[in-house]
């Protein structure tokens, strides 16, 4: 049985087959409309999110299955001070696949760990959100054919930014990647991912102005500055608005450069951007559900002919 | 100065980085123990300035010295038998430990689920790094 809590848990050669059996749902959805008939997927959210809780159950309802869950700790037997253990170990009768998020990290993978059924990290506090890259990488070779030799500027919250680590942690598997860290001094990228990337001798660059690298990018990754992830309002409010991409930044963006934001955005992208071109972030949306419909395939070992 | 006597079977854990000792007695759970144990703080050194040194009187199979090496490489551990050092013990980084540190990210599992064992993983053999198993924190000693 197979988990999925990094997106390192795949080979690139299984990524590669999950992103096909992903392309092959976008272009044949229907085929695929009865591939889970009589599965249940639990979605087990113990923190709010409604933009990867809903794209799991759209996947599974669109495989033909059903879903059970709750969606957040307040409704769950959590709140009664229950274990992720005995939580997991009690949802496996309940359900064929758990998608689990939880604000606390490593969560996932003590579920994983006691579960009779796989589980998928749906997030786990600042540290992982496999399903969250896999949807970028899908958006990325689905979008420019191929997960190799670009520039990716990742800008906003790279310190606590989950979705951020999780990419650059698939993303260095690739040839020809270089990264440009935008951030503020206090949401630097943490340096256990610069010393990886030195140590694999990855190029990378740190920079503070987002104006200053626009030229050089092929994709611009935007993420929020979370409320959620400080312990102090204050560094939060100061922190909030450092970065707002807007059209008279575009303006020095190449002209087949892409926008991804993992969502929901507040207002680091300002909606003046999204008649643009090259806003790909509702698009990635939609390759989100994809590859999420590919995932559950594939940890259910089915296959549709 | 201050003398403090030999031991006849046990450790005398040397170089200590000084004011460190009490970490490590807790560390090694020594306050579990019902042996001599002597705590030397801020001793004069030729190589660190003050250091620190314990000595532990005890059968030297009662020990578990390898969170020494996750701690703080630099410690020397002599062996004593007999009054004597009969040897240096080496200290190995062991590839996995299990509830001798504790993970200090208030973000991570371990931090509500009590039953669960701390796990740390050597991910750095050169540069001695631990992360948790779980939330991947970096191992960082706090006094």
Redesign the interface.
Known sequence: MRHLMSPLDFSTEELDRLFDLAGDIERNMSKYAHACDGKILATCFYEPSTRTRLSFESAMLSLGGNVLGFSDAGSSSAAKGE???DTIRTISCFADICAMR??????P??AASRSGVPVINAG????QHPTQTLTDLLTIRSLKGSLSNFTIGLCGDLKFGRTVHSLINALVRYEGIKFIFISPEELKVPD?ITDMLKEKNIPYEEVIRLENVMPQLDFLYMTRVQRERF?NEEDYVRLKDFYILDKAKMELAKEDMLVLHPLPRVNEISVEVDDDPRAAYFRQVQYGVYVRMALILTLLDIHVD | MLNVGKIEEGFVLDHIKAGKSLSVYHHLQLDKLDCTVAIIKNAKSNKMGKKDILKVECDIDMLDLDVLAVIDHSITVNVIKDGEIVSKKELILPKEIKNVIKCHNPRCITSIEQELPHIFVLTDEEKEIYRCKYCEEKFQERF
């Open positions: 274990s992720v253990s939880h604000p606390k990290e490593g969560a993978m003590v786990d506090g600042g540290h256990y312990f």
